[in-house]
């Protein structure tokens, strides 16, 4: 693709009210956008998964609800037209360690045309905390290394193009202390092994930056041992609100640009795009 045809600014992990705990329409995302010179956004609603232990309610379109999603995207794409900013069509798929739970994922994945699959690890769920339990991850190394190894098969499973906030665990409880990316280099480090011999991207998630420990996702030090691999880089405001959309872009590059990021990519169709910072 010819460099004047790529996007300067995109946004590529979005959400829209059909998860229950975001707002505002996809129109008011492409506004936003427009406004802050974003010229390619990608929505990423929560995909479905079957049973309370991920959540259903409030936290993840239903599966009935796919068609009203892929109407709500096809709307805004059509509106984006028309205020410069196209508009994809993604989604924010598991990670999850229990197989029989990822079938009807996969065949999701297998009959949505997304442009862009993200792959995310809650573990904050249910589910997830079951299966550390279950595997007898009780202290907070184990379930760090546990959930590194997860991500890890994530990225060689060959789902997803890019893996999202992928330190997230360093809130919402599951540790009883603190994470520091140091004292677990091993388990992070093996699981960038993966990502980088899976040609998987990571996500910059500027998201850290208003909540938790606001520090962005990955942690700079992590970022530091991606950047030294060769990873490639998605980037995503992971907007729940359309006043987030592009939100601390310029921040989140001038952070990482010393370390020797130089660009950032986007899917379409399935295909990734490299754009130069």
Not at 3 to 26: E, I, N, S, V, W
Not at 205 to 214: A, Q, V
Request: net charge negative; charged share 25%.
């Amino acid at each position: 693709m010819p460099d004047d045809l790529l996007p300067k600014r995109f946004d590529c992990h979005m959400h829209t009210p059909l998860c229950g705990h975001a707002t505002g329409d996809p129109t008011a995302y492409v506004d936003t956008a427009a406004r802050n010179g974003v010229s390619l956004i990608t929505f990423t609603c929560h995909i479905p998964m079957p049973g309370e232990g991920f959540a259903q309610t409030g936290i993840r379109m239903r599966r009935d609800d796919i068609p009203a999603y892929r109407k709500l995207v096809a709307e805004a794409r059509e509106y984006g037209a028309s205020r410069g900013v196209e508009v994809l069509y993604g989604i924010e798929a598991e990670i999850h360690p229990d197989k029989t739970a990822m079938e009807a994922m996969d065949r999701l994945l297998e009959e949505e045309p997304f442009d862009y699959v993200l792959g995310s690890l809650h573990h904050m769920l249910p589910a997830f905390r079951q299966w550390l339990h279950d595997s007898g991850c009780r202290d907070d190394a184990g379930k760090i290394e546990a959930y590194f190894q997860c991500l890890a098969e994530g990225a060689r499973s060959g789902r997803y193009h890019s893996l999202s906030h992928p330190d997230v665990i360093r809130i919402y409880s599951t540790l009883e202390g603190s994470f520091e990316p140091q004292a677990h280099r091993d388990a992070i480090c093996a699981f960038l092994d993966a990502v980088k011999d899976s040609g998987t991207c990571l996500e910059i998630n500027t998201s850290g930056l208003i909540k938790g420990d606001y520090v962005i996702h990955p942690d700079p030090l992590i970022m530091e041992w991606a950047l030294a691999r060769g990873i490639p880089f998605t980037f995503g405001s992971d907007s729940h609100s359309p006043d987030r959309v592009g939100h601390y872009f310029d921040e989140a590059v001038s952070r990482f640009r010393p370390l020797g990021l130089d660009k950032l990519h986007f899917f379409r169709g399935g295909k990734r795009h490299p754009v130069a910072l």
